[in-house]
């Protein structure tokens, strides 16, 4: 099966704007995302999933710039299922990982492991955010192309083509689903960035980084958060 991963990403959040362009050590989040999905062994390519905003371009012009130039996929700002239906037209890829451009610190072997989970059994999705047990900021969502396209046919209101999975789950008695659980629970931690404390947060965790940063994994990230980042910003 040809899988790919679709990095959802766009500069209009309320609560930080061009978050996903603001800088950690110097350099955009978006591109601490995309270093990290470039160590999955699993996946055929990558594209990134922006809206048709004039406001987004810059995002285009990021994607553009790097070398090698990453894909990136244009569409309604709403309708993030017609931008993911866009993105499976233009590769043809049988099933994709969903990811958020806000996930600096994504687990590429998280990613394998959920590929790997989807490929060896019989499922429509393999998810680790129904219920959530890893931490936000590391959610993967691995959706075959068959289930989504059956499930776009029965979408009927804004909010389900805006968060593109929840249909999913809302009727998993349809689809073969299948949770990874994180032993223990850290679904209380935010690795994710949306706001102002977040992007605080994740600096320091950046900052105390000696190593490459794909070389930390999800158990080094949540070690150096607890050396590096103050109680009240966790």
């Given at each position: 099966?040809?899988?790919?991963?679709?990095?959802?990403?766009?500069?209009?959040?309320t609560?930080?704007?061009?978050?996903v362009?603001?800088?950690?050590?110097?350099?955009?989040?978006?591109?601490?995302?995309?270093?990290?999905?470039?160590?999955?062994?699993?996946?055929?390519?990558?594209?990134?999933?922006t809206?048709?905003?004039?406001?987004?371009?810059?995002?285009v012009?990021?994607?553009?710039?790097?070398?090698?130039?990453?894909?990136?996929?244009?569409?309604?700002?709403?309708?993030?299922?017609?931008?993911?239906?866009?993105?499976?037209?233009r590769?043809?890829?049988?099933?994709?990982?969903?990811?958020?451009?806000?996930?600096?610190?994504?687990?590429?072997?998280?990613?394998?492991?959920?590929?790997?989970?989807?490929?060896?059994?019989?499922?429509?999705?393999?998810?680790n955010?129904?219920?959530?047990?890893?931490?936000?900021?590391?959610?993967?969502?691995?959706?075959?192309?068959?289930?989504?396209?059956?499930?776009?046919?029965?979408?009927?209101?804004?909010?389900?083509?805006?968060?593109?999975?929840?249909?999913?789950?809302?009727?998993?008695?349809?689809?073969?689903?299948?949770?990874?659980?994180?032993?223990?629970?850290?679904?209380?931690?935010?690795?994710?960035?949306?706001?102002?404390?977040?992007?605080?947060?994740?600096?320091?965790?950046?900052?105390?980084?000696?190593?490459?940063?794909?070389?930390?994994?999800?158990?080094?990230?949540?070690?150096?958060?607890?050396?590096?980042?103050?109680?009240?910003?966790?």
């Amino acid at each position: 099966m040809d899988i790919g991963i679709i990095v959802q990403a766009r500069l209009g959040s309320t609560r930080l704007p061009g978050k996903v362009l603001r800088t950690l050590r110097g350099r955009p989040m978006l591109a601490w995302t995309l270093d990290r999905l470039a160590a999955c062994r699993s996946v055929d390519g990558l594209v990134v999933a922006t809206t048709n905003l004039p406001a987004d371009q810059p995002i285009v012009g990021f994607c553009a710039s790097r070398d090698p130039a990453v894909r990136c996929h244009r569409g309604p700002e709403n309708d993030v299922a017609a931008r993911c239906a866009g993105v499976l037209d233009r590769t043809g890829w049988d099933a994709f990982v969903r990811v958020c451009g806000d996930s600096p610190f994504i687990d590429p072997g998280l990613v394998d492991r959920a590929v790997a989970c989807f490929l060896g059994g019989r499922f429509d999705v393999v998810t680790n955010v129904h219920p959530r047990t890893y931490p936000a900021g590391q959610s993967v969502e691995v959706v075959s192309a068959a289930a989504f396209e059956d499930m776009r046919t029965r979408l009927r209101n804004d909010a389900d083509r805006e968060h593109v999975t929840r249909f999913l789950y809302r009727h998993a008695d349809r689809y073969r689903i299948h949770t990874l659980r994180r032993r223990e629970d850290r679904s209380d931690v935010r690795l994710v960035v949306d706001t102002p404390a977040d992007l605080e947060a994740m600096q320091c965790i950046a900052d105390a980084m000696t190593e490459p940063q794909w070389a930390y994994g999800l158990n080094e990230i949540l070690e150096l958060r607890e050396q590096v980042v103050p109680l009240a910003a966790r």
